[in-house]
């Protein structure tokens, strides 16, 4: 039977092989909730609800913040997949807005952020702030029918359904962004016409321009066309929807 000195030197001495713990239980100074519940790898969530997968299928738009960080990030931690390790660093430095005022050191000092994905999420950042701050002279600006098709067609003219997008424009009618707004099936693609003046009111845009395909080749409008028959009230046009005016084709 070992002494009660040895007792207390192995107490107080942990041997090589004995992990060092805090108070909670946790390894390396974090504390861990003795209540915690296992939680899935990202190998062992479904494909469809994988970061990745999810990118790949929607695009990169209809994925969360917390989403896009996991892409970036790549891995988590022990005992925390990489998108509950994104959701908590979004939450613990006041979300996209905070991340991107955060410096290396601030990254770094985060719980289970390297300096190498300290580096990758600074870079992302860096690389976005640069596209919105693009001189206006490399923004393109519409004049006519024919800049809308030569800044959309050769992306558009593929599509195997009905595709219904929005340009955004500033005053001077440069472009601001292009955004999805509906897939539909191989000749139709209705939408409301509040699904189309969303994105212009989140960013302010004073105009827009909506375009779509026919995977058919045949530009002519067909009964159907969204644009030939918008989904509006009762004696309303689209154009008259918000003070907006439309330009024919």
Wanted: aromatic content about 2%; hydrophobic content about 40%; proline content about 8%.
């Amino acid at each position: 039977m070992p002494s009660q000195s040895l007792v207390n030197q192995t107490k107080t001495n942990p041997g090589a092989g004995a992990a060092v713990t805090n108070g909670a239980g946790g390894p390396s100074g974090y504390p861990v909730d003795p209540q915690a519940v296992y939680q899935p790898t990202i190998h062992d969530l479904p494909q469809e609800e994988r970061p990745r997968e999810r990118l790949r299928q929607y695009g990169a738009r209809y994925l969360s913040n917390a989403e896009l960080l996991a892409i970036l990030l790549r891995t988590g931690v022990q005992g925390e997949n990489v998108l509950s390790m994104s959701n908590r660093l979004l939450a613990r430095l006041g979300g996209l807005a905070g991340l991107g005022r955060s410096s290396f050191a601030e990254l770094c000092a985060q719980r289970g952020l390297s300096e190498a994905k300290a580096c990758q999420v600074l870079a992302a950042l860096e690389l976005g702030r640069r596209l919105v701050s693009l001189a206006p002279e490399e923004r393109a600006t519409i004049q006519s029918p024919q800049d809308v098709a030569n800044l959309v067609a050769a992306g558009m003219a593929t599509l195997e359904q009905e595709h219904l997008r929005v340009l955004l424009l500033n005053a001077r009618n440069q472009v601001l962004s292009i955004q999805e707004i509906y897939i539909g099936n191989v000749n139709t693609a209705v939408v409301r016409p509040a699904e189309v003046l969303r994105p212009a009111v989140r960013e302010n845009a004073p105009s827009i321009i909506v375009v779509h395909n026919h995977p058919s080749g045949d530009p002519a409008p067909s009964a159907v066309d969204p644009f030939a028959a918008p989904e509006c009230p009762p004696g309303q046009h689209i154009d008259t929807i918000m003070g907006l005016n439309c330009i024919p084709d």
